[in-house]
């Protein structure tokens, strides 16, 4: 009876100094890359509320009073796009209380 160690029997095992019988040869594949989910264009009104860390009532309010963000209405549907609040937001920006943006940011 012979002994094998795996597939290869003990008396046909590789020495040192030569190649094992057999190749093995390795098959990679490629990991499926999952795609990020597409940023949404534009964003509801509780949405974009969220997004400026705002009240929703407060952007209602804005968009009969004005001074609020442009929006877009679909229908019965109001929306915001993203390019617009950032925009909105971006005109608002002050290094002081005493900055004229300040000032109209609180409607004076």
């Known amino acids: 009876m012979r002994r094998t160690i795996?597939?290869?029997?003990?008396?046909?095992r590789p020495t040192w100094?030569?190649?094992?019988?057999?190749?093995?040869?390795l098959v990679f594949r490629?990991?499926?890359v999952s795609k990020p989910?597409?940023?949404p264009?534009?964003?509801?009104?509780?949405?974009?509320?969220a997004y400026l860390n705002l009240s929703?009532?407060?952007l209602e309010k804005q968009r009969v009073i004005g001074g609020g963000p442009?929006?877009?209405k679909f229908g019965?549907?109001?929306v915001y796009s993203l390019a617009d609040l950032d925009a909105w937001a971006d005109e608002r920006r002050c290094s002081s209380t005493s900055d004229l943006p300040y000032e109209r940011a609180l409607g004076r």
């Open 76 to 78: 019965r549907r109001v």
């Open 30 to 32: 490629p990991v499926p």
């Open 6 to 12: 795996g597939r290869i029997p003990a008396a046909d």
């Open 37 to 39: 989910p597409p940023t």
């Open 41 to 49: 264009r534009f964003l509801n009104n509780t949405q974009a509320a």
């Open 70 to 72: 442009w929006f877009r």
């Open 56 to 58: 929703p009532r407060t």
């Open 17 to 25: 100094g030569r190649l094992p019988p057999l190749v093995f040869i």
